[in-house]
């Protein structure tokens, strides 16, 4: 198959990632960033490997979408997902004061927004915390069910995409490094000049963090 045709096959998961992990820059721009990902991801990628082609272009997509907003100082987007819980916690809370279970309509005016934005929202954020659910099988934890890269679907890595904003420091860079930059441990290790135990557990209570905050 041509690089062209390649291109053309994940253009649909270039948009994708570019619609739901960015704000505040050109599609364009971001577009050419995902194509760019996508020639490394041909010049890396093994035929024999386990993982699917679109999977494993992910995280080079991602990763020079990632590299342009750094340049242009454009953070990683979580306003879905924020908007999500809070509508849902205010569905809670009035459910408690009235009694019942408050219709979009009610709770469009009692949060002063539109009826369109809120069920936008309530439609991806259920999306994605579903997503997350369906990840954590047998009560296991999502550190659990994602040790390897490869075997992460699209959609759990958009999941953890977007708890990222939820973690700062150390936790927030070690899963950058590890589930959107394709480093392993010992790489992050070095580049962090940390010990490989170090960047383990940062990595596994940043992950917990994200699993609370969902299930929150």
């Known amino acids: 198959m041509t690089t062209e045709k390649i291109i053309e096959e994940n253009t649909g998961l270039i948009y994708k990632i570019a619609n739901r992990s960015f704000y505040g820059i050109e599609r364009e721009d971001l577009y050419q960033a995902g194509v760019l990902g996508i020639l490394k991801a041909i010049k890396n990628?093994?035929?024999?490997s386990l993982a699917k082609f679109s999977s494993y272009a992910f995280k080079s997509i991602f990763?020079?979408?990632?590299?342009?907003?750094?340049?242009?100082?454009?953070k990683v987007s979580s306003d879905y997902l924020r908007l999500?819980?809070?509508i849902?916690?205010?569905r809670y809370s009035l459910a408690q004061?009235?009694?019942?279970?408050p219709t979009n309509e009610e709770l469009a005016q009692f949060l002063e927004m539109d009826i369109y934005e809120l069920e936008q929202a309530i439609i991806a954020g259920s999306i994605m915390v579903s997503s997350l659910d369906q990840s954590m099988d047998d009560e296991r934890s999502l550190y659990e069910t994602i040790p390897l890269?490869?075997?992460?679907?699209?959609?759990?890595?958009?999941?953890?995409?977007?708890?990222?904003?939820?973690?700062?420091?150390?936790?927030r860079k070690i899963l950058e490094y590890r589930y959107f930059q394709d480093m392993t441990q010992s790489e992050v290790a070095r580049k962090l000049k940390k010990t490989?135990?170090?960047?383990?557990?940062?990595?596994?209570?940043?992950?917990?963090?994200i699993r609370e905050y969902y299930a929150s």
């Open 84 to 86: 999500y819980k809070s």
């Open 88 to 90: 849902e916690t205010s």
């Open 45 to 48: 990628y093994k035929e024999e």
């Open 149 to 171: 890269n490869e075997n992460m679907s699209i959609e759990d890595r958009l999941v953890i995409l977007e708890g990222l904003e939820q973690l700062s420091g150390e936790e």
């Open 63 to 74: 990763g020079e979408m990632y590299k342009l907003a750094m340049q242009k100082q454009i």
């Open 196 to 209: 490989q135990v170090m960047v383990s557990r940062y990595e596994k209570k940043g992950i917990d963090k």
């Open 97 to 101: 004061k009235w009694g019942r279970i």
